[in-house]
């Protein structure tokens, strides 16, 4: 009988499940992202800097009159980081707020991801080992 691993359907078939804490400090593995963070990046696109506010009262009340609601957050807090640090990478690029770095660190996440997230969302790569040589 097989298995199909829907969580990660574009996993290598080969990979180790088990990572090392060396390897998560170095940043070789865990660089990427599952398939359903995938879609939490993808879907960050529409949502504005603005849903990452508490709404007011009076939007609040504006939104039960005219039939608006307000931005949903994800019950997951884990992908709600990523949500929020999706949404500034689509709009700021690399400009990420310290406090949202932090909150995505403290959510599981590692640093190379932060840079995997933001050249897959803008296209732009920031390449240290040839700025170094050219200084």
Do not use: C
Not at 21 to 40: C, I, K, M, Y
Not at 108 to 122: C, D, K, R, Y
Request: hydrophobic fraction near 45%; glycine fraction near 6%.
């Amino acid at each position: 009988m097989a298995y199909l691993d829907l969580d990660d359907m574009f996993a290598p078939a080969n990979r180790t499940t088990v990572q090392t804490p060396d390897q998560v400090e170095a940043g070789t593995a865990g660089a990427g992202f599952r398939a359903l963070e995938w879609s939490v990046i993808a879907l960050a696109k529409r949502d504005t800097l603005r849903s990452l506010g508490e709404p007011s009262r009076l939007s609040r009340a504006m939104g039960a009159l005219f039939g608006q609601d307000a931005p949903s957050r994800l019950a997951d807090p884990r992908l709600e980081a990523l949500r929020r640090l999706a949404v500034y990478a689509w709009h700021r690029g690399f400009a990420l707020p310290l406090a949202e770095i932090e909150r995505f660190l403290s959510a599981g996440f590692v640093e190379a991801q932060i840079e995997t997230l933001v050249v897959s969302v803008t296209g732009m790569r920031v390449d240290t080992n040839k700025r170094a040589a050219k200084a």
